[in-house]
């Protein structure tokens, strides 16, 4: 089963997704954020990480740019998740290597729709 | 059943060729409901009254309207997309060395994310077809659809259903909440109002017709009658693509199936046919 880490400050929005993810048979794994997301990453690299941009201690910018740089870092796919909907957020984040991107609110359908696009599904 | 039910489905299934089923009257009211408060009309019956003696010929539009499904997004069912980039389109483009034209139909493109879609791959695969004119007319029964799709503007979910981000932002611009499709392929695409049902042969031929989730909402008669016409507006080495749900069934005599993967259906018209069809 692959695993996705699911980064994201808010509990709600974790749970939202997590169910979501389950529900297409993932296995999720929850961090709060970036900092937390990197230790987790540094465990065990989950195949896919679902990120929150805006958290306290480290950003999802911030986080996509040092996971980036880890070993096997490279290795998994980043599909933001946030509340950060201008064009010019996206291309930053595409930029830096991140492997797709949704607008929240998002539902099931955007998830199965992203995840399809990244190869998951 | 209900007799404003039974007068109402005559009347689409005769504009349309739609065929509603005898158990969508719940269906028929929640979407006509709005028009019968926009037009001071009281019930279904007096809607169909209406509608029977032409008083208004924008009211029978507005039904057609709210009763076709619009359901549509980007890149829809995947397979039929990357078949016309990877096969049909070089296929064609061999055949086509003379003429350096190819023709595309959407003929049932609702709001427009189907011919958009196709627009994208083409803008995509653009540096293979310098030189070349590629045609897509997009047509639709609903005139409501038809406006959407030709503004080309998408709410945030709906460019996220089937929308990479990449083409995303390759494509379109933002409007605030909202996505437009850029002005280049917006300006690809001939949008013209059309019914399946009326004289379809003084448009064409094509090459490529794109007809996906349409006849299942036709009887067996109106599905073997649109496609006896689509036969004879494509190219005898075209191609007429169908919904995942679609086969051309029994009107085999104009298609055979040109691949046999269960989620779509690609059927191509028999060459030896071509003179049988073209006379007929």
Not at chain 1, 60 to 65: A, N, S
Not at chain 2, 146 to 152: P, T
């Amino acid at each position: 089963m692959k695993q996705v880490l699911v980064v994201d400050d808010s509990a709600v929005i974790r749970k939202v997704a997590r169910r979501i993810l389950e529900g297409l048979n993932f296995h999720t794994l929850e961090a709060e954020d970036g900092k937390k997301a990197l230790v987790a990453c540094e465990k065990a690299m989950p195949d896919v990480i679902l990120l929150d941009w805006n958290m306290p201690e480290m950003n999802g910018f911030e986080f996509l740019c040092e996971l980036r740089k880890m070993p096997h870092g490279a290795e998994p796919k980043v599909v933001f998740c946030t509340t950060e909907n201008e064009v010019g957020y996206i291309s930053r984040a595409m930029g830096a290597g991140a492997d797709e991107y949704i607008m929240k609110p998002f539902d099931q359908q955007i998830v199965r729709s992203k995840f399809e696009e990244i190869g998951f599904l | 059943m209900n007799m404003a039910f039974a007068r109402l489905r005559r009347l689409l299934a005769s504009a349309t060729g739609i065929s509603l089923d005898a158990d969508k009257l719940y269906l028929a009211e929640s979407r006509l409901v709005p028009i019968m408060r926009a037009n001071g009309v009281v019930d279904l019956a007096e809607l169909v009254r209406q509608i029977e003696k032409r008083e208004d010929e924008k009211l029978l539009q507005a039904v057609i309207d709210a009763m076709t499904t619009n359901e549509t997004f980007f890149f829809r069912d995947r397979t039929p997309f990357e078949q016309f980039r990877r096969d049909i389109l070089p296929e064609l483009m061999a055949k086509r060395q003379d003429k350096r034209r190819i023709s595309i139909w959407c003929a049932a493109c609702s709001t427009g994310q189907e011919p958009y879609s196709l627009a994208m791959l083409l803008d995509e695969e653009s540096s293979k077809l310098k030189e070349w004119t590629v045609d897509i007319l997009a047509t639709d029964l609903s005139e409501t659809a038809l406006d959407a799709a030709r503004r080309g503007i998408y709410s945030q979910f709906e460019v996220q259903r089937g929308l990479s981000t990449s083409r995303l932002l390759r494509h379109f611009e933002q409007h605030g909440d909202n996505w437009q499709v850029s002005e280049r392929l917006r300006s690809r695409i001939l949008f013209r109002h059309l019914n399946l049902l009326s004289n379809i042969g003084k448009i064409g031929p094509f090459d490529i017709v794109f007809c996906r989730n349409v006849l299942l909402y036709f009887d067996p008669a109106i599905k073997r009658d649109v496609l006896s016409r689509l036969s004879k507006v494509i190219a005898g080495d075209g191609y007429l693509i169908l919904g995942a749900a679609e086969t051309a069934g029994d009107a085999n005599q104009h298609f055979i199936a040109a691949s046999s993967d269960f989620s779509w259906r690609l059927q191509r018209r028999q060459p030896s046919l071509q003179l049988v069809a073209a006379g007929a």
